[in-house]
């Protein structure tokens, strides 16, 4: 009975968030389990206390009074549920469902020239209403997972890049890299914060908080990560407290990276033929067969070899474009790594179950490789790894 005590105050846990979200019927339903699995008396007195609560519910429900036919029919009009959805969250999911698939702005009904914060201001608003524990509107679920996969495109700088380029779900097809700086920006490859086999759910979740990016803080093999932005790898390999930081203090932690880029590309501006940046791949592909391997950190990254031979006879350019394809490299790492930390912690989740693990698959899942994480904590030793995370 002893065995049972942890499982039964995570059953009591999960009772007493079920009554905090309004769902008494659950936490009742998980106050008695507690009980079943290791009597306690707090479980007993939350049980007590959450059944008068929904005694009191139902009695109050059954001593209101009839509504009149008028007014039933206002009610109705103002958005109250008729049946298990309203009107209004009907009407939400027949505009997204009437979008085309690949029309993300649509989708999320923004302007193609919104920002950021637009974009994460109007996925909030339609992730709620879409959700399907909250909505029960036919197509709320398909409308719902539209929803996310307009967000996970355009919260990415990277695929919302190729999206505007080629008006195409840029992971269906194979990214390229085009000339001039946009190759900087499309040098991460796949490492986008929302990886492809993350579910909508598992997004939203992140998002609101459930289970990652949001407020809470992964901790692994130095890195740790809030609010969707990849945060800096620490050399011993434990997650760093909560920082809070103000607008002003984050644009002084950009300037540097910005005067860089301002003097970087100073010259070329105002040069009657300016040069533009060859473009580059991390992984080799049809187009970028020659592989080279950046200055300071030794990063591997592959380029067309004619449009690069004039390029590379110019030092000071190429130790520029090198920087560059390290920053990106290093960030790419940030974003791989939260992605392995979250999948790993959903397998752990899954195997732990709600009343007894899955001691194979719980082995299994904390034994799991975190390949990118493990390649931050390498370079954090160097001294150019500490000063890209002064820029970034």
Known sequence: MEGNKDEAQRCLKIARDHLASGNVSGAIKFAQKSINLFPTTEAQTFLKQTES?????????????????????REHRQGRQVGEYTTEQAEAVKRIRSCKTHDYYAILGINKDANDSEVKKAYRKLALQMHPDKNAAPGADEAFKMVSKAFQILSDPQKRAIFDEHGADPDSRSTGMPSG???????????????????????????????????ATFVGPGFRARRFQPRRASPNGEGAREQHTSPLLSFFQLLPLILLFLFSFSSS????????????????????????????????????????????????????FEDYIEIAYIKKLDMDCNTELAIKKRMINEARGWVFPDEEKLKAAESTKLPSCERLAELSRSKRYKEIRRLV
């Open 181 to 215: 700086f946009r190759s900087f920006n499309n040098g991460f490859g796949n490492g986008a914060v929302y990886a492809d086999d993350i579910s909508p759910e598992e997004i939203f979740n992140m998002f609101f908080g459930g289970d990652g990016f949001h407020s």
């Open 269 to 320: 501006w105002f040069s009657p033929s300016p040069e533009p940046m060859p473009s580059y791949s991390l992984q080799e592909n049809g187009y970028h067969t020659q592989n080279r391997f950046t200055h300071s950190l030794q990063v591997p990254y592959f380029v067309e070899p004619v449009q690069f031979s004039t390029f590379e006879q110019n030092p000071r350019k190429l130790r520029t």
């Open 53 to 73: 609560k929904k005694t009191s519910s139902t009695r109050e429900t059954n001593d209101r009074p009839t509504s009149s036919p008028s007014t039933s029919t």
